[in-house]
């Protein structure tokens, strides 16, 4: 069935680049989204990508695409303290209607 | 635009209660996707509606259940609730399938 792999876990020093990766299963995804949740809070929407794009860049986020590989990852240039979130990677089940999830990435941003 | 609204956002229920929540989409969405969130298993799809009918549902004992009205307001129903339902639901909605879904806040709900 569908599966979606992330690391747990990064740990980065403010002004560097964050880069979280993510692996998915289900090679007719139309989408890929990456989302973000802060503590107590539902679900925000970063950034997405068509499935055949390679890249796409917006302001500080960068998202690369290896669909031989089904890899997924999201680039945060300048990350700032109020980046530290758990961020999630998620691609549409093909019945529609479903985002299958990864288990997220807590990234803490350290001064 | 507003965004996605959930009510209420906090409930404490005891076991064999049940609970009912609310999602208002933003407007012009007609697909209202539902999913569970805990420590445990994670983010899990519950299920979706388009138009008043289920078009999608996850693996999910009958306890849970939905509706969706004419005005695409959706409500999700949880019977005889169990220590285990304890989780942060979270609802999503979109202009279709396979349309970028957007989350409301959630609901917090606690079984005691």
């Known amino acids: 069935g569908e599966d979606v792999e992330q690391s747990l876990f990064l740990s980065v020093r403010e002004g560097d680049s964050s880069v979280i990766n993510c692996t998915y299963t289900?090679?007719?995804?139309?989408?890929l989204y990456w989302y973000k949740q802060e503590p107590g809070a539902g679900l925000q929407l970063l950034t997405y990508?068509?499935?055949?794009?390679d890249m796409k860049q917006d302001q500080r986020l960068t998202v690369l695409l290896n669909k031989k590989d089904k890899h997924l990852s999201l680039r945060i240039a300048d990350t700032q303290t109020g980046d530290s979130a758990i961020y999630f990677c998620a691609e549409e089940d093909n019945q529609g209607g479903k985002l299958i999830f990864g288990q997220g990435t807590e990234l803490s941003v350290k001064p | 635009k507003a965004g996605v609204t959930q009510t209420p956002r906090y409930l404490i229920k005891t076991r064999g209660q049940q609970v009912t929540l609310s999602c208002s989409p933003i407007?012009?969405?007609?697909?209202v996707s539902w999913y569970q969130q805990t420590p445990g298993q994670g983010l899990q799809f519950l299920f979706e509606?388009?138009?008043?009918?289920?078009?999608n549902k996850g693996n999910f004992p009958g306890r849970f259940s939905g509706r969706q009205f004419s005005n695409s307001r959706s409500e999700m129903n949880v019977s005889t609730l169990e220590l285990g339902d304890s989780a942060l639901y979270l609802c999503a909605s979109s202009l279709d399938q396979g349309e970028t879904q957007y989350f409301g806040p959630g609901t917090r709900l606690l079984v005691l």
């Open positions: 407007s012009g969405h007609r697909s």
């Open positions: 289900d090679s007719s995804s139309t989408y």
């Open positions: 509606y388009f138009s008043e009918t289920q078009r």
């Open positions: 990508i068509f499935s055949n794009m």
